[in-house]
């Protein structure tokens, strides 16, 4: 069985390998969702609707529709910063919450059982390559 350490180094080299430019999603909606429920979950500090758009690399309009989709399902709520009406800052609502826990539970899960099938040693180097692959395509570009 995959133990958290494994688990939580999976993740780190995941995180580092930028994913969403080595690999599509499907449904952009719903990895927008989870982009924006894993930094409402992960900040520190309250988050705007700038900084959501400026995270993801999308345009506020974008992020507007996005926003507008996660409060009709109870994940988040919008409401004006005290000091500037104009800025929105974005909560996770109970149910947002909830729902970032079952996502994270859900993907240790997910990871676990590749760690046990593939093996950590085997992944690291699947990620190295993934990883030179991704450095010929970016230098590819400038050329």
Do not use: W, Y
């Not at 780190?12 to 969702?33: C, P, R, T, V, W």
């Not at 894993?38 to 900040?43: G, I, K, Q, V």
């Amino acid at each position: 069985m995959a133990t958290e350490e494994q688990i939580e180094r999976f993740i780190k080299i995941f995180d580092n390998m930028h994913s969403g430019h080595l690999m599509k999603k499907e449904n952009q909606i719903k990895a927008g969702i989870g982009a924006v429920l894993r930094l409402l979950d992960e900040s520190k500090e309250p988050v705007t609707a700038g900084a959501i758009s400026e995270f993801m690399h999308v345009s506020t309009a974008r992020v507007a529709v996005l926003l507008k989709k996660m409060e009709s399902k109870g994940l988040i709520i919008k409401k004006s910063a005290p000091n500037d009406a104009r800025v929105t800052i974005v909560c996770l609502t109970p149910c947002g919450e909830e729902k970032i826990q079952n996502l994270k539970q859900n993907m240790r899960k997910d990871i676990s059982q590749m760690i046990d099938k593939i093996g950590m040693e085997r992944l690291e180097n699947a990620f190295a390559v993934i990883k030179e692959i991704h450095v010929i395509l970016e230098n590819s570009k400038n050329v």
